[in-house]
T-cell receptor, first 109, second 115 residues
Framework: SQQGEEDPQALSIQEGENATMNCSYK?????LQWYRQNSGRGLVHLIL?????REKHSGRLRVTLDTSKKSSSLLITASRAADTASYFC?????????FGTGTSLTVIP | DSGVTQTPKHLITATGQRVTLRCSPR?????VYWYQQSLDQGLQFLIQ???????AKGNILERFSAQQFPDLHSELNLSSLELGDSALYFC??????????????FGPGTRLTVL
């Protein structure tokens, strides 16, 4: 399967702490995107990083991409209880789209 | 609110039946994607349509079919339903054909329960 794998599967932190989740994938990609999903709801796009970029910031989010290791990380700084959700990486390879298995983040108030 | 609408929100049906899920993309978006999300399989890409034409195919079963109409709304048809087809079905849309910077916007999903 070319599906990405997120690590860890589940993460529980205190409010105010930083949360880091990782994504590994198997094939060359056009871009990598991170999405967030609240329980039972649709996915919300967070950030996109192109294959020729190494780091990108958006508010409290920082994404890195290492194409040599086929991996990406999402850092959420100063976490809030409202950040509790599942986070997925998604890769575009040609016309195919692959979502990872997701990291379930719980931020404890 | 992403601007993508899906109907119905919930669907309960029996094995062997046929159902149709409907999706309206964001205004101006030309691509529509269908995904299936189940507990054991995760989020699986099924199929993409761009401006009425099939653009990419993922793990879509032969019992499933989709189409995109001239007004760009899309329907996903699921037939000969099995218990294992119970899942959340998401539609997403994007402005373009899925290029390097094309972001997908997801609808709220249709929860299908097959009894």
């Amino acid at each position: 399967s070319q599906q990405g794998e997120e690590d860890p599967q589940a993460l529980s932190i205190q409010e105010g702490e930083n949360a880091t989740m990782n994504c590994s994938y198997k094939t060359s990609i056009n871009n990598l995107q991170w999405y967030r999903q609240n329980s039972g709801r649709g996915l919300v796009h967070l950030i996109l990083i192109r294959s020729n970029e190494r780091e990108k910031h958006s508010g409290r989010l920082r994404v890195t991409l290492d194409t040599s290791k086929k991996s990406s990380s999402l850092l959420i700084t100063a976490s809030r209880a409202a950040d509790t959700a599942s986070y997925f990486c998604a890769t575009a390879h040609g016309n195919q789209f692959y979502f990872g298995t997701g990291t379930s983040l719980t931020v404890i108030p | 609110d992403s601007g993508v609408t899906q109907t119905p929100k919930h669907l309960i049906t029996a094995t062997g039946q046929r159902v149709t899920l409907r999706c309206s993309p964001r205004s101006g978006d030309l691509s529509v994607y269908w995904y299936q999300q189940s507990l054991d399989q995760g989020l699986q890409f099924l199929i993409q349509y761009y401006n009425g034409e099939e653009r990419a195919k993922g793990n879509i079963l032969e019992r499933f079919s989709a189409q995109q109409f001239p007004d760009l709304h899309s329907e996903l048809n699921l037939s000969s339903l099995e218990l294992g087809d119970s899942a959340l079905y998401f539609c997403a849309s994007s402005p373009l054909a899925g290029g390097v910077t094309d972001t997908q916007y997801f609808g709220p999903g249709t929860r299908l329960t097959v009894l």
